[in-house]
């Protein structure tokens, strides 16, 4: 079973990442080193941290990604719920959505009260693909972005029977454009729950869920 999107790196994350195949994203410059102990790892430069970075940062990330074959650019996106300049986030956002189309590479977003603006700038970058990751936009975002070829990736929050709205979105979500993963969470029993929850929403075989949810995972990241 593939985890999408998975912190592997980050302290506590011990006994998922022993038993997990996972995406491992980047947050910035501080771990763009200790993700690479892992096989499947993406660079970038998260909407959070953007304050700390520079331009020269921004070098330095093409150059990481020239060498070091990660699967996607990422974490990168925006976030309008903390207070970090809105312009900031959208150059450095923009910047990576370049690097991916250079490279060729697929983007993994981090997207919070912000996916009307992060659909805006997908848009000016056609060729790039990716995934939403822990979706919490509206269904009519879901079904444009998934038009446009992108993922969607849910976590343990579907699994609250309160989180009704994006419970409702996974449901209606084809299945050939869901990716599940844990985020940040260190239990390594996570992914099966959401794994599960999909199924139950769905009414089909969690079986089918784990199958179409990795081949999804290998198709959008190249893994082998
Ligand atoms: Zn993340």
Known sequence: MINSHAHLDFDDMNAIAENAVA??????????????????????????????????????????????????????????VKDIDKDKQIHFFTSQLKLAEKYNLPVAIHAVKATEDVIFLLKKYPKVKGEIHGFSGSEEQAQLLTRMGFYLGFGLQITNQKSTKIRQIAKNCPLEFILIETDDHPNPDDLTLVAQEISNLKQIPVESVITQCDNNAISLFGLK
């Open 23 to 80: 995406i491992v994203p980047s947050i910035g410059k501080q771990n763009w080193i200790d993700v690479q102990m892992y096989p499947y790892f993406a660079f970038g430069i998260h909407p959070w941290l953007v304050e700390i970075h520079t331009q020269n940062d921004l070098e330095k990330l093409e150059y990481l990604v020239k060498c070091n074959n990660p699967v996607a650019i990422g974490e990168c996106g925006l976030d309008y």
